[in-house]
């Protein structure tokens, strides 16, 4: 082998072929670089598939945030900068006993301005009284709870109708055992007294510092898939290796150097980053170090079901004209969040002019995994029926099922996983994580903690 250090990436999700490409791209000497993906794919949690006549509909991921610059960098250094679209702008509702738009100006479901809930039919009197005496409350001591906080500052209404479904409808979560400071939009909130007056200067500042009628959403027009497509030639084209369906089973350490160990072949390595869920990594750290991995198998994860549904264009009722609705927890069944697909993008619409429309079942704390994919759809076109009043016939039907794909950052999550690097940097160095068990689930975080694992790697690599 030439001369070059040798990086192994665990896990072949966004997090670890954008560690991959970074490694080798900003590398300032030789650098050899494999990639064990435990499945015969890359991807992780990104799928995309042909669905009701239309090339690729996507099975999880649908849109990465713009605003957070990095999943869109990507996208662009890519090449896909011009392949990529915004949502139509269709608004949300909540379904609470009928549908409700969720009120323009809030941050996450925070209310920026007291109008903004004061015209809303979600709340009752009460609840607008409520929330509207925030900026009058002393100050909140943080326990890092999302649920905990935003109901001390506005009420329960507020909390359960806007900020929980919200929350709740990107990380699967309840949001009253969900850390605070793992949503860093919220958390930067809870800098001053009043969240209502810091939320009104957040949104003026996003405002001034964005041209006006840029979206705020993006994707590829061939789907999710096409970023992992791209993304993974670009990154065997550069010389690393990709290897599937190779499981690491233990990590061992002799020296400077790392052993990776799975069922069919070992591969010795200076420097190793871990892009694979805390819940699958926890076993081979162990190996490393018994506290951090101890910890590691603490981390807990929610399951979801998306079906994805083609519902003939004579069945869909010409008032739904929006992007999709939230149900709060306690007005749910089984569905938690429905998406009109077909609404919200202009380039997921059939031909015969049906409707795709992207039902979310499970969360933490409402398993659904054990049911079968007939029990799952009927259960998902029942709720439908009470919440749409409409009885759905379904032309075309897709069963995705996420399982334990959600991590679910609990309180004090950072300090955790401080713990865990504190640790592991003690008699491990050069072990680095990456992806959405650890510093944010989106896209553009963990394209983000790929990036800063290369650097994190390479800064190790120039003290060998
Ligand atoms: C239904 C759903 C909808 C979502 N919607 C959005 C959205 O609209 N926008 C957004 O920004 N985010 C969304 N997300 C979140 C986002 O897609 C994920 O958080 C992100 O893709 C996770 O990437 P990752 O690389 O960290 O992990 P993963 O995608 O989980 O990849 C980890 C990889 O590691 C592999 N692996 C595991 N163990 C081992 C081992 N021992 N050895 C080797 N390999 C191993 C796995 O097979 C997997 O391929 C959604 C998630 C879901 C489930």
């Known amino acids: 082998m030439s001369q070059g250090h040798r990086v192994v990436v665990i896990g072949g999700g966004i997090a670890g072929l954008t560690t991959a490409l970074s490694l080798i791209a900003d590398s300032p000497s030789p650098i050899h670089v494999t990639l ?67 009120p323009s100006d809030l941050l996450l479901g925070v209310p920026a301005k007291a109008r903004a809930f004061a015209r809303s039919t979600l709340f009752s009197p009460y609840g ?29 209404e507020v909390h359960e109708r806007l900020v929980d479904p919200l929350v709740g409808s990107i990380y699967a979560a309840d949001t009253d055992s969900f850390s605070m400071a793992a949503v860093p939009q919220l958390a930067a909130l809870t800098s001053e007294r009043s969240m209502l007056r810091a939320a009104g200067r957040a949104r003026a500042a996003a405002t001034k510092n964005s041209q006006p009628g840029a979206p705020i959403f993006g994707t590829p027009l061939r789907g999710m898939g096409a970023l992992i497509d791209t993304l993974s030639s670009r990154v065997t084209s550069l010389g690393a290796s990709i290897v599937f369906n190779a499981r690491v089973h233990s990590v061992t350490k002799s020296g400077h150097h790392y052993t990776v160990h799975t069922d069919s072949k070992d591969y010795e390595c200076d420097a190793v980053v871990v892009a694979s869920p805390a819940r699958h990594s926890a076993p081979f750290i162990r190996d490393l170090d018994s506290h951090a991995g101890e910890l590691l198998a603490d981390w807990t994860h929610a399951s979801v079901v998306l079906i994805t549904l083609a519902i003939p264009a004579s069945q869909w009722p010409a008032h739904l004209t929006g992007s999709g609705y939230l149900v709060p927890k306690p007005d749910q069944r089984w569905v938690t969040a429905a998406s009109f697909g077909s609404n919200k993008w202009a380039h997921w619409r059939p031909t015969d002019g049906s409707m795709i429309v992207r039902v979310s079942l499970g969360r933490d704390g409402l398993d659904v995994m054990h049911f079968d994919d007939d029990k799952l759809v009927n259960l998902a076109l029942a709720d439908m029926k009470l919440h749409l009043g409409v009885d759905l016939q379904p032309s075309e039907i897709r069963v995705s099922r996420w399982a334990e794909s959600f991590p679910q950052y609990r309180p004090h999550h950072s300090s955790k996983l401080a713990e865990v690097e504190q640790s592991l940097a003690v008699h491990s160095p050069g072990i680095v994580f990456a992806g959405a068990s650890y510093r944010g689930i989106g896209i553009p975080a963990c394209v983000q903690q790929g990036r800063a694992a290369s650097t994190a790697i390479h800064a190790h690599l120039s003290t060998l």
Request: cysteine-free; proline content about 6%.
């Open 128 to 156: 607008k009284v409520r929330a509207a005496i925030e900026p009058l409350l002393p100050r909140t001591i943080d326990n890092d709870s999302v649920g905990h906080y935003v109901r001390k500052r506005f009420g329960r």
């Open 36 to 102: 064990l993906e435990a499945k015969d794919t890359v991807g992780g949690i990104i799928r995309t598939s042909p669905f009701a006549g239309l090339p690729a509909v996507d099975e999880a991921a649908d849109a990465f945030l713009v605003r957070v610059p990095h999943a869109q960098q990507l996208a662009t250094e890519l090449g896909l900068g011009a392949a990529l679209t915004a949502p139509t702008g269709a608004h949300a509702s909540v379904w609470h006993n009928g549908m409700h738009d969720i």
